[in-house]
């Protein structure tokens, strides 16, 4: 049976097998976010039993005299011979002390086995038996034998006084260290000379502490006896000897991620973005999911000004009181930040993306993290993947809860957080779409927006925009489920948040979700300043825009009123219009476009009256369907052309868009525009319809 250990007063007793968990934590600092590094699952099992064996004497030993002859003795550096594995930490050498302990990372030698000797900084301690033993009496030497890699590191205390009132020895001990396996064995034999004199009062077992790590793990036995029981907590008082051939063994049960290292605590997507307009969002997230998003050099979350620089340190603490997450397992809760019930504790923080592994190709980012909750022995495991693609306005968001066997309680779980808008921090409250297909946010004149789009999944069980204090106050025991509250007063001063059930069944479901930052008509349309319209002529308003179209967004028209201009194909009266994109999907309107649009009268079609007076210059060229001589006598005034018929007619060239069909027009060129209606002159740079306008009597 394998158990992790949780915290120093915690305790279990276990009979023969028993899996116990030591470890040591180092952090590093990694990168600049202040991001570090931990072992992944700080709990190394061991597995104990015991057994009666003989003991055998060390022989041709390296003999350390001053241990034997000084009560408060302990040894300099001494050579393993190979590498053993203590915990999470690899070690070479040991030192020996006086009375009955070996350690690893400092030299050691207290007589006075007792909880506040733990204290010691970067304390590791094998202690087979611990107590005032060893005064000027007996002999300590150690030994490696056999072959890599199965070497054995033995250490002795021979004929050892168990007591300082002893008038001889009466106990021999040693601890067996093996190569490969990092197996653990303390074996014990009674001298000849058995009667201690004066109290005793040892501990055997063994420590495993970090001076960052307030949690140190240990482990104790209860007794000398052949079967003793294995605690977590302190022992140190046993005083019987242990049997001769008595053997306790410890045997390390590797575990591949419990000393795999893993980041933790702040880490930002798209650093150093998020300043203009076109290179996207920067978004921050502390070590327990806490968010501030850096959109057009705006921090988008209240309180603007803090970015999570303690993100790592205090991960559940800004930018606001009312951010965050909050997960629930029936009516317990677990916050990632400000978002909480009325009792809850925080999640516990397993892993973050390491920093420099985040941007997963150029402009593409994925960041995951993990964070778990324990209630009743069974662990909730919550991950959190963001999916950012630079430079758009959104990034996916993931939630994946894994349920574990043996649950019987809903699990719940709410994002939410207080909305900024851009520095305007108010503006009302809005939801769009269809169950469970939808979209709820807050938006305001400004073309500011923030919402939450549901993607795919586990649907939500609610949704809430509303003032922002009140999004706690409906996360209440035992609904922990948003009421579809809306508020959509321009004045209120907004957050908004999602809230999902996830059920009682074991197993692992996932919540997909886009966080948005930037209506998809974020931008406004880009057109020309001016524009002109002749007399009696349409204006086609679209010729004007320079920049394409949104996609998802559609294009609108106002006239200066504010009016919809119904078809700006076909625009027939000057004055001021403007472009706008619109978005039916996110309940939103970009900033606006002006362009000013003149009447334009140096464009109207006129003509000269037909020549009356002079001399008759003749036709150029003659076309007739009737019985001509070659030469008739005709009076033909100043004609270029003649054509006549009885019954024919003449038929211009019928185009359906001159523009868009003759690729190479001439200037002069005459056809019949088919969509207009109308025969059509080309000036030599456009094509426009004859029409009377006036007559043209300059000389």
């Not at 992944?40 to 055998?56: G, K, Q």
């Not at 007794?223 to 051939?245: C, M, R, W, Y």
């Not at 045997?251 to 650093?271: A, F, L, Q």
């Not at 209120?492 to 998809?520: L, R, W």
Request: hydrophobic residues 30%.
């Amino acid at each position: 049976m394998e158990y992790p250990l949780y915290c120093f007063k915690k305790s279990r007793l276990f009979f023969l097998v028993i899996l116990i968990s030591l470890f040591s934590i180092p952090i590093t600092a990694q990168q600049d976010t202040g991001q570090l590094t931990k072992q992944l699952n700080p709990s190394i099992p061991y597995a104990f039993s015991s057994e009666i064996t003989n003991f055998a004497y060390l022989n041709g030993g390296i003999v350390v005299p001053e241990i034997g002859a000084e009560r408060l003795a302990k040894s300099g550096k001494l050579p393993l011979g190979f590498s053993f594995q203590f915990g999470c930490q690899t070690y070479s050498e040991v030192y020996a002390g006086s009375h009955g302990t070996l350690s690893f990372n400092n030299s050691f030698y207290s007589f006075f086995n007792s909880s506040n000797e733990l204290k010691e900084p970067n304390l590791t301690l094998l202690a087979p038996l611990w107590d005032e033993s060893g005064l000027k009496s007996g002999t300590f030497s150690y030994s490696t034998a056999g072959t890599a890699p199965r070497r054995v590191f033995t250490a002795e205390w021979k004929n050892w006084k168990w007591s300082r009132y002893a008038d001889s020895g009466t106990i021999s001990f040693q601890i067996k260290l093996y190569e490969g396996t990092n197996t653990i064995e303390y074996i014990y034999n009674k001298e000849p000379h058995n009667s201690d004199s004066g109290t005793k009062s040892a501990s055997i077992g063994m420590f495993n502490g970090n001076a960052s790590n307030p949690e140190a793990k240990q482990l104790w036995l209860d007794s000398s006896k052949e079967n003793p029981l294995v605690s977590t907590t302190f022992v140190q008082n046993i005083d019987v000897h242990p049997a001769s051939g008595q053997l306790y063994r410890f045997t390390r049960k590797d575990n591949e991620d419990s000393c795999r290292i893993v980041y933790y605590g702040r880490t930002i997507i798209n650093v150093n973005h998020g300043r203009t307009a076109k290179d996207g969002l920067e978004i921050i997230l502390s070590g327990a999911a806490n968010m501030q998003v850096r959109k057009d050099n705006i921090n988008q979350i209240y309180s603007p000004l803090n970015e999570l620089s303690l993100g790592t340190s205090m991960p559940y603490g800004p930018p606001s009181s009312n951010h965050g997450i909050l997960l629930s397992v029936g009516r317990t809760s677990f916050y990632g930040g400000g978002l909480r019930s009325s009792v809850s504790s925080g999640l516990n923080i397993i892993s973050s993306t390491k920093q420099s592994d985040i941007e997963v190709s150029p402009g593409y980012f994925v960041n995951e993290i993990k964070l778990s909750a324990v209630k009743n022995n069974l662990t909730y495991y919550l991950t959190i993947k963001y999916t950012y693609n630079s430079p758009e306005n959104g990034f996916l968001v993931d939630y994946n809860i894994i349920i574990p066997k043996g649950n019987t309680e809903e699990v719940k779980f709410s994002h939410g957080w207080d909305t900024y808008l851009k520095g305007s921090d108010k503006g009302p409250g809005f939801v769009s779409g269809s169950a469970p297909n939808l979209i709820v946010g807050v938006s305001n004149e400004s073309s500011s927006y923030e919402a939450i789009e549901y993607m795919g999944g586990v649907p939500w069980s609610g949704y809430y925009s509303a003032v922002y204090n009140g999004m706690s106050t409906e996360l209440r025991q035992p609904a922990m489920t948003f009421n579809n509250t809306i508020d959509k007063d321009s004045n209120t001063d907004n957050a908004i948040g999602i809230s999902i059930n996830f059920g009682k069944t074991p197993g692992s479901y996932t919540s997909s979700n886009k966080f948005v930052f930037g209506c998809e008509t974020d931008q406004a349309p880009i057109l020309s300043a001016t524009g002109s319209i002749c007399k009696g002529r349409v204006l086609d308003l679209n010729s004007l825009i320079k920049s394409g179209t949104p996609a998802g967004a559609v294009l609108i028209w106002k006239d200066s009123k504010g009016a919809d201009v119904t078809n700006p194909t076909a625009v027939t009266v000057a004055g001021t219009y403007s472009a706008y994109y619109s978005s039916t999907k996110y309940n939103c309107i970009s900033p606006g476009g002006t362009t000013i649009i003149k009447e334009d009268d140096t464009c109207e079609i006129c003509y000269k009256p037909g020549v009356i007076n002079g001399k008759e210059a003749g036709s150029q060229t003659f076309i007739s369907t009737l019985n001509r001589d070659n030469n008739p006598k005709l009076k033909l005034s100043n004609g270029a052309l003649i054509l006549e018929s009885k019954e024919k007619g003449f038929a211009i060239s019928k185009i359906v868009s001159p523009e868009k069909d003759i690729t190479v027009p001439v200037e002069g060129m005459l056809v019949f525009d088919i969509t207009s209606n109308c025969l059509k002159l080309y000036n030599g740079s456009t094509w426009n319809c004859i029409q009377q306008a006036c007559i043209d009597n300059k000389k």
